[in-house]
Nanobody, 125 residues
Framework: VQLQAYGGGLVQAGGSLRVSCAAS????????VGWFRQGPGKEREFVAT????????YFAGSVKGRFTISRDNAKNTVFLQMNSLKPEDTAVYYC???????????????????WGQGTLVTVSS
């Protein structure tokens, strides 16, 4: 199984950026896919998750209303659209895939089995 996150870069505050996660080696539609991030000097934190069927999405409070998450199961890809970016959104963004049981938290990194290598997003003020 491989997950590859890409699309990071440098953007000004208030701008937008879309990062993507391409997966291979798994039955993609059966996996929930989440994004986590780790900023400089910070612990890794949950950002957003989309369920395998794309029927549900979940967001951290800090990004709700600014970020959207979607997926294209035909292309084994998940997208994180980030709008109204703030300097505090600067981080390495990681995608992760897991089959998370109903009732378990999508925000807990231990519930994900596979991780990508991360892509750096830098938001300048």
């Amino acid at each position: 199984v491989q997950l590859q996150a890409y699309g990071g870069g440098l953007v000004q505050a208030g701008g937008s950026l879309r990062v993507s996660c391409a997966a291979s080696g798994l039955t993609f539609c059966m996996y929930d896919v989440g994004w986590f991030r780790q900023g400089p000097g910070k612990e890794r934190e949950f950002v957003a998750t989309v369920t395998g069927s794309a029927s549900s999405t979940y967001f951290a409070g800090s990004v709700k209303g600014r970020f959207t998450i979607s997926r294209d199961n035909a292309k084994n890809t998940v997208f994180l659209q980030m709008n109204s970016l703030k300097p505090e959104d600067t981080a390495v963004y990681y995608c992760a895939a897991g089959r998370i049981p109903v009732g378990s938290s999508v925000a807990v990194s231990e519930n994900y089995n596979y991780w990508g290598q991360g892509t750096l997003v830098t938001v300048s003020s």
